[in-house]
């Protein structure tokens, strides 16, 4: 069975660095073809797709905020940890993991997501 | 890269059918037959629906279909039921950077 849960603060100021957890279970990222991507969606907006690391640790990010994020994975662990840095109330949003199976373009699992307010 | 473009809200009686419509362009749904559906239950976790157009995932009601005509895909679920009511999504590969390009969501009511 496959699951993933994020985990992180609810609540980020200004300026800060938000970091995100994914752990999950019922795959490894050592396994070959196993990717895992990190999405958002601001309240009341579409998802938007952020970064992917895959296993042999590639990485791949939104270009539009490829200078704010980090993506790294713990494999040992089952985690993969997102990074972004200077926070904005316009970061305001449910975060989302989610693994992507196969040589395809879809995802199979996500997470519920965990939802981060910026705001001094 | 703009959302793609899906009704705000589609509703329906218990067995009936009805049709989301999600649409983008050439280099999104109508380059690819990568388009996948997403059913959401609020504070839920997404579950895959439909990938790659068409294919349904092993455990979804084969009530559930998928299909695309140019830039516009569509998910059609027959049979409406209670369970049904919840938010869709879709999803297309896109050719630009951003791997992936999401719609903007529907509401689907059972009346």
């Known amino acids: 069975q496959v699951t993933l849960k994020e985990s992180g603060p609810a609540l980020v100021k200004p300026t800060q660095t938000l970091t995100l957890t994914c752990t999950f279970s019922?795959?490894?990222?050592?396994?070959?073809?196993?990717?895992v991507s990190w999405i958002r969606q601001p309240p009341g907006k579409a998802l938007e797709w952020l970064a992917r690391i895959d296993w042999n640790d590639d990485k791949f990010y939104s270009t539009s905020l490829k200078t704010r994020l980090t993506i790294s994975k713990d494999t040992s662990k089952n985690q993969v940890v997102l990074r972004m840095t200077n926070m904005d109330p316009v970061d305001t949003a449910t975060y989302y993991c989610a693994r992507d199976s196969g040589y395809d373009w879809y995802s199979d699992y996500w997470g519920q997501g965990t939802l981060v307010t910026v705001s001094s | 890269q703009s959302a793609l473009t899906q009704p705000a809200s589609v509703s329906g009686s218990p067995g009936q059918s009805i049709t989301i419509s999600c649409t983008g362009t050439?280099?999104?749904?109508?380059?690819?037959?990568?388009v996948s559906w997403y059913q959401h239950h609020p504070g839920k976790a997404p579950k895959l629906m439909i990938y790659?157009?068409?294919n349904r995932p092993s455990g979804v009601s084969n009530r559930f279909s998928g299909s695309k005509s140019g830039n516009t895909a569509s998910l059609s679920i027959s049979g409406l039921q209670t369970e049904d009511e919840a938010d869709y999504f879709c999803?297309?590969?896109?050719?630009?950077?951003?791997?992936?390009?999401f719609g903007t969501g529907t509401k689907v009511t059972v009346l």
């Open positions: 019922g795959f490894s990222l050592s396994t070959s073809a196993m990717r």
């Open positions: 790659d157009v068409s």
């Open positions: 999803s297309s590969y896109t050719s630009s950077s951003t791997f992936y390009v």
């Open positions: 050439s280099s999104d749904v109508g380059g690819y037959n990568y």
